[in-house]
């Protein structure tokens, strides 16, 4: 990166920060404009990190930044998709009063291609349940996987094995409620990317799949993988 980079900066530089920001497990629209939203974006990250607060990428937030970018095999010129709203998906600890009860607010998301059940695959998913204000976003980040990825790459890479979205439950080993409790975190392929597998085998850490997890990131949704090297299997529409 530039020097110090900041507002009213365009350009594939700009897209780095961004997509390095949501790796690093902030929301942010993915357009490679350097406005107000990125601005205050650096500015969680610098006071997450006890940096420095200007909203600029001077030499320290730049290398704080390199450890989550540049991201490798990143296709740069492909159009950038922005949530569909625009609000910021929120944090883990402020899901309940953005997204309402647990298990409320549902609807159903119907995929453009067909899964199936990682835990049987005998049985075709052609849709499942969702939080209303996921919806749009899901629908456009499947449908991109489906243009992105053929039947035999889908399959290869396992992202046609569903592993579960709504499921009102405590996070495992812990007392707070999941992520899946309210729609909003889709599991994929869970045998080949079980809770604990880092980057060395877990299968959507395989370079063939990083097209998929910038589809995601783009919209801002957030993989445990790429941010804390667990959970691969896992994506979800909150930040930490």
Request: net charge neutral.
């Amino acid at each position: 990166m530039s020097n110090i980079l900041q507002r009213g900066a365009k350009g594939d530089e700009v897209i780095a920060l961004q997509r390095a920001l949501v790796v690093a497990g902030i929301s942010i629209a993915v357009d490679g404009n350097f406005g107000p939203g990125t601005e205050e974006s650096i500015r969680q990250f610098q006071e997450d990190r006890g940096l420095d607060i200007d909203g600029k990428v001077g030499p320290k937030t730049a290398a704080a930044l390199l450890h989550f970018a540049p991201i490798e095999g990143i296709n740069r010129s492909a159009p950038p998709v922005a949530p569909v709203s625009s609000s910021k998906w929120p944090r883990q600890s402020n899901v309940q009063s953005f997204y309402g009860d647990i298990g409320q607010h549902q609807t159903t998301l119907v995929l453009p291609f067909t899964m199936k059940l990682a835990w049987d695959m005998d049985k075709v998913v052609t849709r499942f349940s969702v939080h209303e204000k996921v919806h749009d976003s899901a629908k456009t980040c499947f449908e991109r996987i489906a243009n992105a990825y053929d039947e035999s790459k889908r399959a290869a890479c396992g992202l046609d094995l569903f592993g579960g979205c709504l499921n009102v439950r405590k996070m495992r080993g812990g007392s707070s409620w999941s992520m899946h409790s309210w729609g909003i975190a889709i599991d994929f392929d869970p045998e080949r990317n079980q809770l604990k597998w880092g980057r060395d085998r877990a299968r959507l850490a395989q370079p063939d799949c990083e097209e998929f997890w910038r589809i995601w990131e783009d919209a801002g949704w957030l993989s445990l993988g790429r941010a804390r090297n667990y959970d691969w299997m896992h994506v979800q529409a909150a930040t930490l």
